[in-house]
């Protein structure tokens, strides 16, 4: 059984920059050097072109709601004990097609439970923030913000 959330490898080297960034607050992806597209998640190799060469990119950290859901039971143990909570789809404004997954947080962005979700529909406006869930992990959660 599950007793902990699970965690994701931050030291694997496709990802360890995003994480690493995630770590100092900042959503960082690739960006293909040769066709200039980004890409999430990152990968060796460009999808669009096929170059392996690519740099990370710091984004503004604006998103969109692109879809949202509310889990419910049954869910593994460690994730029911968290409920109420919600994820998030957030399309990130500099490219519509790059997804990036998260928790909704509140304000203060210490729970994920019992967030106010009033103005919570699909459109709507987010900033990403870090929750800190180890010394070596910072994941990627979204506030409700009403100016982009
Ligand atoms: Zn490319």
New binding site residues.
């Given amino acids: 059984m599950i007793e902990t959330i699970p965690l994701p490898a931050t030291d694997y080297p496709p990802d360890a920059p995003f994480w690493s960034a995630a770590l100092r607050s900042q959503l960082s992806i690739q960006q293909?050097e040769?066709?200039?597209?980004l890409r999430f998640p990152p990968r060796p190799m460009?999808p669009?072109?096929?170059?392996v060469e690519h740099a990370w990119v710091t984004l503004s950290g604006r998103a969109k709601v692109w879809s949202f859901t509310m889990p419910q039971p049954p869910l593994l143990p460690i994730f029911e004990k968290m409920l109420p909570y919600v994820v998030v789809l957030a399309e990130i404004v500099e490219d519509p097609n790059i997804r990036i997954i998260g928790n909704l947080v509140s304000e203060t962005y210490e729970s994920i439970t019992n967030v106010d979700v009033t103005n919570l529909k699909i459109g709507a406006d987010l900033r990403v923030r870090f929750r800190s869930c180890a010394t070596d992990v910072a994941l990627p959660c979204w506030i409700l913000s009403e100016e982009l």
């Fill in positions: 293909c040769y066709c200039q597209r460009c669009h072109c096929q170059s």
